[in-house]
């Protein structure tokens, strides 16, 4: 299983899509920009189409007999399968139950926030492109996934005129570097009493993307199981509002790692 994660991590770090004759780009930071700020529909289309042509055709085999042995492990273990293992994870008998009842709550506040959504793209990129009685596109939902839809606060901003919630330019103008962003969080856990990364994090944490290389930039926190050494793997960008947030939510990852650093491995 070692061997086909790294081979599909390294699928997913080499994959590239060219835009045009000239322009090849990975998924950081070409495209990744491209979902976050372009407004060219056929643009974002097909860099998100052939982005997962890229990645997903290759590691397909790969990713098929990754899961057979993942379900086969759950069974040695004593589950039906991968999902039933991950499902007890959460000690609750009526646990499907429970997430439809949570969503069933949510569902009238979600159906009027994908409305408002839906009108606003509609504005931008017109009927030929948004249905108002259908989904939303996926490629225009601010990156590859359409998970985080805070690139899209310039498209949907609800009241004009007002003070931007967005601090990139107050970041350029206090110049958060990427190291700066990453003392200002360490040291944001720290004002609380936590503990602060340790001097090894700065030596061996990669925090941004190596020149002439291609790596996998999926913002990731390690604990190496020996009580001291403690990394992130990141392509961060100078003065990016969303990579502070990500370094926020990483260092928590860390903050975590340290606090249980003495407890049983089960903990960690």
């Known amino acids: 299983m070692g061997e086909l ?5 390294a699928i997913y770090a080499k994959a590239k899509v060219c835009m045009d004759k000239n322009t090849c780009l990975n998924l950081e930071p070409g495209l990744t920009q491209i979902m976050a700020h372009s407004t060219n529909y056929t643009e974002r289309l097909f860099a998100w189409e052939n982005w997962r042509k890229s990645v997903g055709q290759e590691s397909k085999s790969l990713y098929e007999r990754f899961i057979e042995l993942k379900n086969s492990q759950s069974v040695l273990n004593g589950f039906d399968d991968l999902g039933d293992e991950w499902r007890k994870r959460y000690e609750s008998d009526t646990f499907q139950e429970d997430v439809m009842e949570i969503y069933m709550q949510m569902e ?40 985080f839809w805070n690139n899209l606060y310039s498209l949907i901003e609800p009241y004009g005129g007002k003070p931007a919630i967005d601090p990139t330019e107050e ?77 926020h939510h ?11 650093k003495d407890q049983p491995v089960v903990y960690m």
């Not at 009108?119 to 490629?139: C, F, N, S, W």
């Not at 020149?211 to 390690?222: I, K, N, P, Q, S």
Request: net charge neutral.
């Open 5 to 9: 994660k790294s081979q599909m991590g």
């Open 108 to 147: 009238p506040f979600y159906k009027q926030l994908h409305a408002y959504v839906r009108r606003k793209l509609y504005d931008t990129y017109g009927e030929d492109y948004i249905d108002l009685q259908g989904p939303l596109p996926a490629h225009l939902l601010g990156d590859m996934w359409g998970r």
């Open 250 to 260: 990483e260092l928590g990852h860390i903050q975590y790692f340290q606090q249980y």
């Open 171 to 247: 970041l350029k103008k206090q110049n958060y570097t990427v190291r700066k962003m990453f003392e200002t969080a360490d040291n944001f856990y720290a004002s609380m009493g936590l503990e602060k990364v340790p001097d090894s994090f700065w030596k061996l944490s990669m925090l941004e993307k190596p020149e002439g290389r291609d790596v996998l930039c999926h913002a990731t926190a390690w604990d190496f199981f020996d009580r001291k050494d403690y990394r992130i793997r990141m392509c961060t960008n100078n003065f990016n509002f969303d990579n502070f947030n990500t370094i």
